[in-house]
Structures are given as C-alpha cells and as structure tokens.
C-alpha cells in the first residue's frame, strides 16, 4: 500500500483541518488565525497584536484552572474615525460595542460563549494611563462596563472582566466594523429573519420583512441596530447578535463554505485582516487547539448572557442578578459543565432563551406594552416587536401555531393570566401574547426560579427561535 492510499480525501482533509473553525463563535476571526497556521501560513501576516503588560492586568489575577481549558475575550470595536466614521455620531476615543467571553472547554469537545450587556453597572478596577495611546486610566469607580476600553484600552477591559467574573483570561481578539463586514461578504452573506420591515437611519439600515441573506453593510447594521428593532433595548440587540453568530458559524462550516478553496481563503484573508490580538496568541497555540478540536460540532457552541435585571437607581442601565452571575461565573472559572447547570427549580418544557414574542397592544396600551416587553426580556425572553392591535382585546391570549405549541407552556408559566388560543393555519413558532383589559402582570420571581444557564446553541433557526 503506496501514500496515496492512505491519503484522506481532499474534502475530508478539509473538514478535518476546519472542524475547529465554530470553537470560538464570535471569535470567528480569531478560529481562523489557527487554520492559517496549518493551511495558510502566508495569512498571519495580517493579523495585529497589541502587547498587554503584566503589571496592567494586576497582582491579584484570578488562578488559571487547573485544566487545559481556555478563556478568550473578544471586543467589537466602536471606534469612530477613518473608514468606521459614518457609524454613528463621532466620539473620541474608542469603546467596546460587544463584550463577550468565549470558554473551550479543556477536550476542546464544547464552548461556551457569554455575553456582557455594555449598559451593565458594574464596579470598575483601576486601571494605568497610557499617554502614548491617549488613554487616561481610571480611578476605582461604579460605571458602565465598556467605559473601561475608552480609559484604559484592551488592557483594562481585561482587567476588568476577570476582576468582576474571578475568571482567567488566556487571550483577547479585537474585531472591527469593516472586517466584520468583509468575513460577512466572504461567505456570500448570512442568513436571518426579519419579523417587521426596518428603517433605521441611525444603522443605515432599511430591509423588508422576512428570511434574508444579509451582506456588508446590511450585516453589519443588523447586529449595530438598537432603537428600531424588538424593544430598543440593548439586551435585545445582544439577542439578535448572538442569533446572527449561531447563522454565522453554521455557515463557515457548512460544505458550501469548507469545499470551496476560494471562500475559504477570502474569508481567511477578510477574517486575519479584522482582528488584532495579544502576541501569546501565535500560530503554534492555534495549531495545537485545531489538531485537539475535531470533533466539536455546532450543538456544542452554546450562547449565554449575564443573568440581569433592569437598575432601579439609574434608569436604562442593568445590574447583574446574583447569586445567578457569580453562579455563572463560578462554573466557568472552575472548568464545570454548565450544560446540565440550573440556577432554578422545576422544569419548564421549553427554555425562555428559545422563545421569541411578539406583543400586541390595544389603544391606550403602548406604554404598558413596552413595560411588559422589558420585564419578559429582563426572564430572557426574545422580543421581536411591539404593535398596536386592529382591535381592543378584552382577554389576554397567547396566539400560537402548531409550530409554537411547545413553548406556550414556558409563557403561561410565568403570566398571572392569559389563555392560549390556537391559530390553526399559522406557520411560524414565534408567541403572539395580545395585552387585554384583564391584564394582571406577571408572577414574581423568585431567586432559584431564573432561567437555566444553558443558553441556546449554534444549530438554532433564526426563524424559529
């Protein structure tokens, strides 16, 4: 038996070199940093580093786990000048638009990706000034978290994450507006759903409603856009960019992705021009974790955000719910399982993450629909949109196809009132909860009764969270 007849064939090669491509979810960019070390050595050329000192992360860093696990954090950069000036009113500096921490697990066999709201109130950590990099360093103090980026750069939203989570962080991926642009384009756009028609001037965007492939610009306004979409709140948005990732990483491991050479290596190449990352993270780290992450499929890549509540003290503002967070955190930190990991009892058929609502509301009622919207959010609940009913609904009602059916009992669990009603000839298995006269608000919530911690992962349809 000669080489050739153990040479696996070419799209098996592939597969097997690229599997690893969803181990980090958002951190895409950075997954692919690693595939350039076995395939595409010629690519590291255009990846950034930014060197973190030591002494800026501290004395006191939390202990790496005793395990072959890794922690990466990933940043989305707001910086509004150059080519990114059109995105929004200019703002010196550069802040953090996305905060998310992406952890591996030591087999590589699973990853879990958290989300940090940037309008959390948090305890921030001092942080050294950089004159060079016109960063000013802060002082201790209660602030926004991604006010930490604009004071004291990458450095101190490293510090500030594992001071606030008590987890070790190995490495951190910067992604800017236009790469992300470029990875989007690269795989021929990603596929969402549009409940409503869009027309936000603010993200320059405008869409129809319904399933669409999303390109540049569209993409990138998609997951920017806040005030036009859902409730306008930022937990929505960071809904909506967790959902776009999960298309995202289905994409790039798609056959239609792995089995074409020229995708491939214009995504590569758009995806190791975006990104900027710590020196320590080098081809060799990357080859390593490839070689170990085979066999991770997208089941395994699991989306989370911060269990959080809206601030009583500063409006618009959300605070993390404890003893949940530290829970969270705690699990990360020590390398446990959060898959099978309940901040709750009892059992509800489908997870809050997994279901999306639309509200309907009668005249008169629009203030108290966008309370309603917040306070089923603040559960984890996805709200796609908030419209003014044709008629009064005298009763409250859930309205369900037979797509839906499985998550009515999740939503009744937690209204004081309402009755499902079905809609025979519907298709989608989004929730319609109608506000009625009879409106009695939802059930308190106790402290062991929040979401579970397993999120939602990469598999999920956007049309049918």
């Known amino acids: 038996m000669n080489s050739a007849d153990t040479e696996p064939p070419p799209r098996s090669r592939w597969r097997r070199r690229l599997r690893w491509l969803i181990v980090l979810g958002l951190a895409l960019p950075l997954v692919a940093v690693g595939v350039v070390a076995t395939a595409y050595a010629k690519l590291s050329r255009n990846v950034r580093h930014i060197e973190v000192a030591p002494q800026d992360l501290g004395e006191t860093r939390p202990p790496k786990a005793p395990t072959k696990a890794m922690n990466v954090l990933i940043v989305g950069s707001d910086q509004r000048d150059g080519k990114n000036a059109k995105y929004g009113r200019r703002i010196e500096g550069e802040r953090t638009d996305t905060i998310m921490l992406a952890h591996v697990s030591p087999n590589r066999d699973n990853a879990l990706i958290i989300s940090f709201p940037r309008d959390s109130l948090v305890r921030l950590p001092a942080c050294r000034a950089d004159p060079s990099k016109n960063l000013t360093g802060q002082a201790p103090h209660t602030g926004m978290i991604n006010e930490s980026f604009n004071f004291g750069g990458i450095a101190c939203t490293w510090k500030t994450i594992e001071t606030l989570t008590g987890i070790h962080i190995d490495h951190f991926v910067k992604v800017d507006f236009i790469g992300f642009k470029g990875m989007v384009n690269a795989i021929g756009g990603v596929e969402i759903c549009v409940p409503q028609p869009i027309d936000d001037k603010k993200a320059l965007l405008h869409l129809a409603a319904g399933r669409q492939t999303l390109k540049g610009e569209q993409a990138l306004g998609y997951v920017r856009a806040r005030y036009s979409l859902g409730d306008g709140s930022d937990i929505g948005r960071i809904q909506r960019q967790q959902m776009f990732v999960a298309s995202m990483i289905k994409k790039v491991m798609s056959g239609e992705t792995l ?162 009603q079905l809609v025979s000839r519907g298709t989608t298995s989004r929730l319609i909860l109608a506000i009625g006269d009879d409106w009695q608000g939802l059930k308190p919530m106790r402290v062991s009764d929040s979401e579970e911690l397993t999120g939602f992962d990469a598999t999920q349809d956007s049309c049918a969270a």
Request: charged share 25%.
């Open 259 to 420: 089995t074409s050479p020229t995708k491939l290596y214009d995504f590569l190449d758009a995806a190791t021009k975006s990104v900027t990352t710590d020196p320590d993270l080098t081809p060799g780290v990357m080859k390593d974790l490839a070689d170990s992450a085979q066999g991770l499929s997208a089941g395994e890549i699991r989306f989370i955000t911060v269990p959080w509540r809206y601030s009583v003290k500063q409006p618009g503002r959300v605070e993390w719910v404890q003893p949940q967070a530290r829970t969270l955190f705690q699990l990360v930190a020590q390398d446990k399982s959060t898959k099978n990991s309940k901040l709750r009892s009892g059992q509800i058929k489908t997870a809050r993450s997994r279901v999306q609502i639309e509200i309907r509301h009668s005249a008169g009622k629009a203030s108290l629909a966008t309370q309603v919207a917040a306070a089923l959010e603040q559960r984890g609940y996805h709200i796609s949109k908030i419209r003014p009913g044709s008629d009064p609904y005298p009763k409250t009602t859930i309205l369900y196809s037979p797509n839906g059916e499985s998550r009515v009992p999740t939503l009744a669990r937690d209204l004081k009132k309402g009755k499902p």
